[in-house]
């Protein structure tokens, strides 16, 4: 039998042809002898009239799932509903069958979801996810993604999965620990960013990294942030910070004019503001330099530069700004390396920033082992076993290398026109980091614990 089956967002194009949509009740209106249902799927929805002839029309409720076979026709012209795509047509029903029938809604679907409680949406995610505004926000997430993977790979760039059981390093925040089994009394680390693994990669010889990598941060409730996220990660050998930022910006400008031609980028080159200007002038390292706050389709883009590398602890000592592993700028270099005038050395970070958002930052690497050494010391680390690692690695022919990571959760939000992260990641978790939906962090059995050699200590 030929398949006549067709998305409903492609109706128009089978005007007065038999043809199956599958699909979900997205609001019902029974006349008795007529029952109207608007169906839906992924690409839209459309109206569909069904007689009383046809056999479970009286039984239809909201988000039934429902195969149906019918003509398309014409609306006449006073009926179009111009506010929906398809408003101009319908499915003349001949056939129906009930696939599934859903118990009441918790929520209702056929608004945009911002005015119901979000521990609501997050409970029934799976329905929330079925409002076409955060569907939207997915599929379009997933174009922004596939257009980074295409860019990239066209560049020579080679995606690889490092490690998720991997090992406590410094970028700043609190770790995720993860029991060992196998060696009790051991923890893994989840990875708070690949950083390690992606100098260690340019160490390998792959010259031309990047990932779409998940990261994972314990730390406090904050708005824009989530105990997991997800960063574009990337890194390169035998480059400057020139050629870094250049094919940053080159992808960030395609990715707005290919994916989202309404929105106008307020300047090119992304301009450049040094940290130090950028705190005298606007008091914030991130500074939101749209002209028209109020447009909602105007992205200003920069740069912030020339960061200290190192910044006073409340103990009096010295700590990195961004990354440990940072070169400075080649002009600080015999500083950094006699620990001279620590205060004044700059590191070679580039962060960039979005209306007021930073979604990404890099730097060039410290490849040579003796300037991680002198970072270290200069942070006054005494014990850096931890790092014997990357030291053997340095020391094992490491090219000049540095890189870049993107908040990718951030960039799509603000490409969405959404005020939070939660609105464009799948499966988000609380502010106070529960998943409510699979009842997440939870105890576990007696036995688990014992297994891995752990004991809970209740208060
Ligand atoms: N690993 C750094 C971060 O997560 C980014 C980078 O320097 O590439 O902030």
């Known amino acids: 039998m030929e398949d006549t089956r067709v998305m409903i967002g492609e109706v128009s194009q089978h005007t007065g042809k038999e043809v199956q949509l599958f699909g979900w009740v997205h609001s019902r209106r029974d006349h008795g002898k007529l029952v109207f249902i608007d169906l839906r799927d992924r690409s839209g929805v459309v109206q569909v009239v069904l007689g009383s002839d046809i056999k479970g029309a009286g039984d239809l409720r909201l988000e039934y799932v429902i195969k149906l076979t019918g003509k398309v026709a014409k609306r006449p012209e006073k009926l179009v509903n111009d506010k929906i795509p398809t408003g101009a047509y319908e499915l003349q029903a001949t056939g129906l069958e009930i696939l599934n029938t859903s118990r009441e809604l918790s929520m209702p679907l056929d608004t ?4 119901i409680g979000e521990d609501t949406r997050m409970k029934y995610r799976y329905l929330d996810l079925r409002r076409e505004r955060l569907a939207r926000n997915l599929i379009n997430r997933h174009k922004v993604v596939k257009y980074i ?29 993860v029991p060992s089994r196998l060696q009790k009394g051991s923890f893994y680390a989840l990875p708070q960013s690949p ?9 390998a010889g792959l010259e031309k990294y990047f990932q779409v990598a998940r990261c994972f941060r314990d730390e406090d409730t904050r708005g824009d942030r989530q105990p997991e996220f997800t960063q574009l990660d990337l890194e390169m050998s035998f480059v400057d910070r020139e050629e870094v930022m250049a094919l940053n910006e080159k992808l960030l400008t395609l990715i707005v004019t290919k994916l989202y031609p309404e929105k106008k980028i307020q300047e090119t080159p992304f301009p450049r503001i040094a940290y130090k200007d950028a705190m005298e002038k606007y008091e914030t390292d991130r500074p ?35 990354n440990p592993f940072s070169a400075p700028k080649p002009e600080f270099e015999s500083d950094l390396l006699e620990k001279r005038n620590v205060k004044d050395i700059i590191a070679s970070q580039y962060d960039v920033v979005l209306n007021g958002w930073e979604i990404g930052g890099g730097s060039i690497r410290n490849h040579k082992p003796e300037a991680l050494r002198a970072v270290f010391d ?22 000049p290398h540095g890189g870049i990571a993107w ?15 939660r609105e464009v990641i799948a499966f988000p978790k609380t502010g106070d980091g529960r998943d409510l939906m699979m009842d997440s962090p939870s105890e576990v059995d007696p036995d688990q614990l014992k297994e891995l050699g752990l004991e809970i200590k209740r208060k």
């Open 112 to 115: 945009d979801g911002r005015e």
């Open 149 to 177: 993977r295409d860019f990239l790979t066209e560049r020579d760039f080679v995606e690889v999965e490092t490690p998720i059981l991997t090992k406590s390093t410094p970028e700043g925040a609190r770790d995720y620990l």
């Open 195 to 203: 950083q390690q693994y992606k100098q260690l990669l340019m160490v």
């Open 288 to 322: 939101d330099l749209r002209k028209d706050k109020d447009d909602p389709n105007l992205l200003a883009f920069c740069w912030v530069v020339d960061f200290p590398f190192f910044e006073l602890t409340e103990e009096g000592g010295w700590t990195f700004t961004h």
């Open 378 to 399: 200069v942070l006054g680390y005494k014990d850096t076993s931890q790092f014997n690692h990357m030291f053997a690695a340095l020391e094992s022919g490491a090219p």
């Open 407 to 421: 908040g990718l959760d951030r960039l799509i939000m603000i490409l969405q026109n959404e005020p939070n992260i």
